[in-house]
């Protein structure tokens, strides 16, 4: 999908899969920092344990105090992508994946002059009431504005060929929410 020509700017700030990460093509380019809403030093969390998958967040949930498969915290720098875009020279961004566990209010947040400015195609981002509040939801469809449709992609389980979306709103369990653009004439 992305070819010899397309860039891939990645960003993970967790030491753990540094070493999975090693092997990247010439044009994805991994930059060892968390995203957020403002610059800081923030613990990133690594939740898991040898039966489970791997999971990181920076996000400080209660149940994860009493939960023995806590087994990493790490002190990591944390940037905004408006700031770190900016820094690098890019522009525009055909897509903005983001599944960061919880994190991903802030994440957007850090991005707000990028979407604000509808300098992004699409936004596909993971959505999970059941752990954290959602109300960035709205945030980010009113800064995306009329330049963006939104739309749902169910988490069924099973890769999707043609994913079914359907219309924003009354979710009680995690879905990815999708912005794309609207390209002119296209209404």
Avoid at 28 to 48: C, E, M
Avoid at 57 to 84: H, S, W
Avoid at 153 to 172: D, H, Q, W
Wanted: glycine share 10%; with cysteine; proline share 5%.
């Amino acid at each position: 999908i992305l070819g010899p020509e397309g860039r891939v700017e990645a960003f993970e700030p967790n030491l753990v899969c540094w070493p999975s990460l090693a092997d990247l093509p010439a044009n994805v380019r991994l930059h060892r920092v968390a995203l957020g809403d403002h610059a800081a030093t923030v613990t990133l969390r690594n939740i898991g344990d040898a039966g489970n998958r791997l999971h990181a967040t920076l996000v400080d949930f209660a149940a994860f105090a009493e939960n023995p498969g806590v087994f990493r915290e790490a002190e990591v720098e944390m940037r905004t992508l408006d700031d770190v875009l900016e820094e690098l020279g890019v522009r525009n961004v055909d897509v903005l994946k983001i599944d960061v566990e919880g994190f991903d209010a802030q994440v957007l947040h850090g991005a707000e002059r990028l979407i604000a400015e509808g300098r992004v195609g699409h936004i596909l981002v993971e959505v999970s009431p059941e752990y954290v509040p959602v109300d960035f939801v709205d945030w980010l469809i009113a800064t995306a504005g009329p330049q963006y449709r939104a739309s749902r992609v169910a988490e069924e389980g099973r890769l999707l060929a043609r994913p079914v979306l359907r219309p924003v709103g009354g979710e009680t369990r995690q879905y990815n929410l999708l912005l794309s653009r609207v390209s002119a004439g296209t209404g």
